[in-house]
């Protein structure tokens, strides 16, 4: 069975996420004491006891998030699960170069450590939220965004499926949109991130993460590997280093990541990491697509 590894982002963390792995993988606790080394958190304590307003935190999250998407893949590795093809939902892309042969374990958590204190210091010196949209396509949110008045402070941020999109911009305006596309019959639900993510509000930590990702000298994927940035696969170690920076400033293209994958001739998804986010979002979209965590996969 042809099957993809993806690896969620953001907003997937939850209490005692490190738990579940480390019953099935033991060995896993090296993965949550290097990135310990890397960020001077104590990410074990953080992820399997830690409380949900220190986890939320974007630096803590990313990197927390991270080594448990790390301690999965390592797990199925371990057990000779071979994925066809790698993608990853915003921070999750990282991940998913790692899988993919672009980057090590190492680079990955210090990579991604230094992407949440840059997003971090950007969300501080401009506040700003997310709205997630849903029973709307991307077309009909655009054509309500720009109607509201407010396109020039929100924009649309991730493309998560065809009934699903979401919104970044300034609180305030974020309020407004939402009572407006409310009153659409369309549901909209603010997201408990701290920033205004995959829009020009982090522009400061794009540049940031162009430097750090040149200077980690990264390698051409080895396995098919799905930018979320276009859609569509990368095949060099340059269009990796531009899809991780440039995607932190443009949406999130997971749609198309999706629509690729059932091209691909993809029969399986494997969530790599904590949740069954992005599992969930996939079976509205593509019924007839196997999408399983990774717990269930190791359990088979």
Excluded at 27 to 45: P, T
Excluded at 53 to 78: F, P
């Amino acid at each position: 069975m042809r099957t993809a590894f993806v690896f969620p982002g953001q907003g997937s963390q939850h209490p005692g996420m490190a738990k579940e792995v480390l019953e099935s993988e033991p060995a896993a606790m090296e993965i949550y004491h290097l990135a310990r080394e890397i960020c001077g958190v104590d990410l074990l304590e953080l992820c399997a006891e830690g409380n949900p307003e220190a986890l939320a935190r974007t630096d803590h999250c990313q990197i927390g998030v991270a080594a448990t998407s790390l301690a999965w893949l390592e797990s199925l590795r371990r057990r000779g699960f071979v994925p066809q093809a790698v993608a990853g939902h915003s921070l999750g892309e990282y991940c998913a170069a790692c899988a993919a042969g672009c980057m090590s374990v190492t680079d990955c958590l210090r990579l991604v450590w230094l992407r949440g204190q840059a997003m971090l210091e950007c969300s501080r010196k401009r506040p700003g939220g997310m709205l997630a949209l849903v029973g709307v396509d991307h077309g009909r949110a655009a054509r309500l965004l720009e109607e509201t008045g407010r396109s020039e402070r929100v924009s649309i941020a991730n493309l998560n499926s065809s009934s699903q999109v979401v919104l970044a911009g300034d609180p305030e305006d974020l309020r407004d949109v939402a009572a407006r596309l409310r009153g659409h019959g369309i549901r909209a639900i603010p997201l408990k991130v701290g920033g205004a993510f995959h829009t020009q509000a982090m522009r400061e930590a794009q540049e940031e993460m162009a430097e750090h990702l040149a200077a980690a000298r990264l390698s051409a994927p080895s396995t098919t590997f799905y930018s979320a940035f276009t859609g569509r696969p990368v095949s060099s170690a340059e269009e990796v280093v531009d899809c991780l920076s440039r995607g932190m400033t443009s949406p999130v293209r997971w749609h198309q990541v999706q629509g690729s994958l059932v091209k691909e001739g993809i029969a399986r998804q494997i969530e790599v990491g904590p949740g069954d986010t992005l599992s969930r979002m996939g079976r509205r979209d593509h019924p007839h697509m196997l999408f399983i965590r990774a717990a269930e996969a190791l359990g088979e």
